[in-house]
């Protein structure tokens, strides 16, 4: 298909959104390109940046009246800015960000018109992806399914989110393909489009920029590091006392990794069944690019079991091996629980609180955690 | 091994694997590229060597003669060092995608039978009389096993092509040499599946954490639509079929069971899953035994069935040297090898074919007698 000029300015990625500043006479070297601060789109840019780092979302608002072209440049000269942090969390925050408002769109456009939406969404998929995202309108058993996806593909978008609904067990599954509903597939865009401008924007990193873009990164690595809690709060990866799996796991979160759902839960819950305090467990998190901490407190809570709930029990050995999460070395030495391994390295007491799994299974429908959350 | 074993024993073992591995050196099975594998060799001393590469199929071959493992294992996965001792170092370039279905899973009614306790004093314990101290399990092996087995690679085979949308061409099936079926997919599409995907194909294979509501929200209304269901919502109500008699529609099925809807479907998900060990799918940093390669538990081979409905395990993995072999054998239920059955014995000294021998040996209950000059053997 191809697309509208409208369109190109909500796919400021695509090659083709490229071709349309050229086609409009806009330079695409780095000095001409920002003539500096002054021009509209390098303000709407540093406000795009700010907004997907230190704010984790972008508000539509701010793009809202602007020519499609300005819209474009905005994003070239944030994903600038953001690269030119050099910080790894930043960026994948600033991707996701982007990412997010890429799926707000998709979803108004599906509202408005199904049929325009699916082939935009499948466009999207092939352009940015290289993924076929076909058509269908299949019925299958009560439900009508829209779209479909390979496996392959699909098990590579879905492979971070909670398994008990992204899961292919949680989808019909036939000669190959995984079967979705049109708002389906916009989510697990989402994926995919934020890994994609991560590589991006890390690949577009200018190694000596214009000053002001200098100062304008330097400036928005400070607000960053305002915006977020103490990491010095966070309990260390390094600690001893830790298994090698929950080691593993807080070094990731360290980097900036965006973990799957399910290490998420298991973190969490390791980390209140051993007793640290609340406020620390959040600062773990706080690393992560998709990081909100009204939500991660709540959630944090709900697992302690201090929203009128029961204490959530930490996962076994055996449930995290099955899960790839298992991370075992010499030493483990036969124990069966994350929990036991903390309970012998302090010297066989007790963890401060807290239990095993057996009573709150995390696993449990309906009692999960949503997955964009922690 | 499943007993501890005496010089002699080991001795007999070396020289028949020392045998088979030469008289089929030149048609070993070896791993699709050899390069990027990790090779393991159990040795009979009882240590694991990993962390073993092999550039080409003759430096392979050269090391099975050579040290004469008593097992051989390769990986699943490919990599770009694979010598290195440090897992994170070896750069992994993508994996085979394999599954385990050990027929202990499965508990077949035969395992009951033949299945049992060796204990240190020299008793023997059935299975139903539970475990003591000093005791230790002795798995056995008959056509039944194999044959739930077989059964539970057929309906494996039928999700994976008809599912997930495998070519028949790139489906590889071994039995393991004892009680067990390996099937491994080499499927360019699927080679790349980090551990959390591969979760992903297990747990839909296996329906560990599957959601009933999920496939009642997907049982239609009308027995018009019931030919639109497909994959796991499709075997899901067929089996709903058998059991309740009826076309296994919403309100049908409403109607039967009132609103135990959800273990209705639970017990048809019991009777359809596909009981694999889920950690050998997930594990992308494991070794596999080598097809072709000799069984420690058995002295049978693992087999390459590329025909699983006509393959005879019990006959063709059998690939020992059938020359007698004079053996004390403590307890032994009946076994069924190459078409023979042998036994049941009990403190009995005979002479058997070297293939059984070695069964009864592997397994910890049968002792080499040795002739008055010092050799083992007849």
């Given at each position: 298909m191809s697309f509208g000029e409208e369109e190109l300015g909500d796919l400021p990625f695509l090659q083709e959104a490229g071709d349309l500043l050229v086609r409009r006479?806009?330079?695409?070297?780095l000095s001409e390109l920002a003539g500096g601060p002054g021009e509209p789109y390098v303000e709407l840019g540093l406000r795009r940046a700010r907004a997907g780092v230190v704010d984790g979302r972008l508000d539509p608002g701010i793009l809202r009246g602007a020519p499609p072209e300005h819209r474009i440049l905005s994003f070239v000269i944030a994903a600038l800015i953001v690269g030119a942090t050099g910080n790894a969390y930043a960026i994948r925050r600033f991707a996701l960000a982007e990412a997010r408002h890429l799926e707000g769109l998709l979803r108004d456009r599906a509202r408005a018109n199904r049929g325009d939406a699916r082939t935009l969404v499948s466009a999207i998929y092939s352009k940015v992806l290289g993924m076929r995202l076909e058509p269908v309108d299949r019925l299958i058993g009560a439900e009508l399914f829209e779209v479909r996806l390979g496996l392959s593909g699909y098990l590579l978008l879905s492979s971070s989110l909670d398994p008990s609904k992204w899961g292919i067990v949680a989808r019909v599954v036939d000669g190959g393909y995984v079967y979705m509903k049109l708002e389906e597939s916009i989510r697990l865009l989402r994926e995919g489009v934020a890994k994609h401008l991560e590589r991006r924007v890390l690949s577009a990193r200018v190694t000596s920029p214009p000053e002001w873009l200098a100062a304008a990164a330097a400036e928005l690595s400070r607000e960053l590091a305002r915006a977020r809690p103490a990491e010095s709060a966070a309990p260390p990866a390094s600690s001893g006392e830790y298994p090698p799996c929950v080691r593993s796991l807080l070094r990731r979160l360290e980097s900036g990794e965006n973990l799957p759902h399910f290490a998420r839960f298991f973190l969490a819950a390791f980390l209140v069944n051993a007793g640290v305090p609340l406020d620390e467990i959040v600062a773990a998190f706080s690393r992560s690019p998709d990081f909100n901490e009204r939500i991660t407190r709540y959630q944090v809570e709900h697992i302690a079991g201090a929203r009128g709930g029961k204490r959530y029990s930490v996962p076994s050995c055996a449930k995290l091996e099955a899960l790839g999460l298992c991370a075992r070395d010499a030493t483990c030495d036969g124990v069966r629980s994350p929990l036991a391994y903390l309970r012998r390295r302090r010297g066989g007491g007790q963890p401060r609180t807290g239990g095993e799994e057996g009573g709150g299974r995390p696993g449990r429908r309906g009692d999960r955690i949503p997955e964009d959350e922690l | 091994m499943e007993g501890g074993l005496g010089e002699g024993e080991i001795e007999f073992l070396r020289t028949s694997y020392r045998e088979y591995y030469y008289r089929s050196s030149s048609s070993l099975w070896i791993p699709p590229r050899l390069e990027s594998r990790e090779i393991g060799f159990l040795t009979f001393e009882g240590h694991f060597k990993r962390h073993m590469r092999a550039g080409t199929p003759g430096e392979l071959v050269g090391a099975v003669l050579r040290e004469v493992p008593w097992g051989i294992f390769y990986s699943v996965s490919y990599y770009e060092d694979p010598g290195n001792p440090d897992m994170d170092e070896k750069g992994w370039l993508g994996a085979d995608l394999a599954f385990d279905i050990d027929v202990k899973d499965l508990h077949p009614a035969c395992m009951d039978a033949h299945d049992f306790y060796a204990c240190a004093d020299g008793s023997v314990r059935p299975l139903s009389d539970g475990a003591l101290p000093g005791c230790r399990r002795v798995d056995w092996v008959c056509p039944s096993c194999v044959e739930a087995g077989r059964r539970e690679v057929l309906r494996l085979l039928d999700l994976l092509q008809r599912d997930l949308g495998v070519r028949p061409d790139s489906i590889s099936i071994y039995y393991?040499?004892?009680r067990g079926f390996h099937v491994h997919v080499e499927d360019e599409g699927l080679r790349d599946l980090g551990r959390e995907a591969r979760a992903q194909v297990a747990d839909y294979v296996s329906?560990?954490?599957?959601?009933?509501a999920f496939f009642a929200r997907l049982l239609p209304i009308s027995e018009g639509h019931l030919g639109t269901l497909v994959g796991w919502p499709a075997r899901v109500a067929e089996a709903l079929r058998a059991k309740y008699g009826v076309p296994p529609t919403r309100p049908a099925l409403e109607a039967l069971v009132g609103g135990d809807l959800r273990a209705a479907i639970d017990a048809a998900v019991a009777a359809v899953r596909v009981r694999i060990d889920p950690q050998v799918t997930v594990d992308i940093s494991r070794i596999f035994r080598m097809p072709t390669s000799l069984n420690e538990?058995?002295?049978m081979s693992k087999l390459p069935c590329a025909d699983i409905v006509a393959c005879d395990p019990l006959t063709e993995a059998a690939v020992l040297s059938e020359e007698p072999v004079k053996v004390e054998v403590s307890y032994a239920p009946k076994l069924q090898l190459k078409g023979y059955t042998y036994g049941p014995y009990r403190r009995s000294t005979l002479k058997l074919p070297g293939f059984v021998a070695a069964f009864l040996v592997s397994k910890g209950v049968a002792k080499i007698v040795k002739s008055r000059g010092g050799a083992s053997g007849p």
């Open positions: 006479g806009y330079a695409l070297s | 393991s040499g004892h329906l560990s954490s599957y959601d009933p538990k058995t002295g």
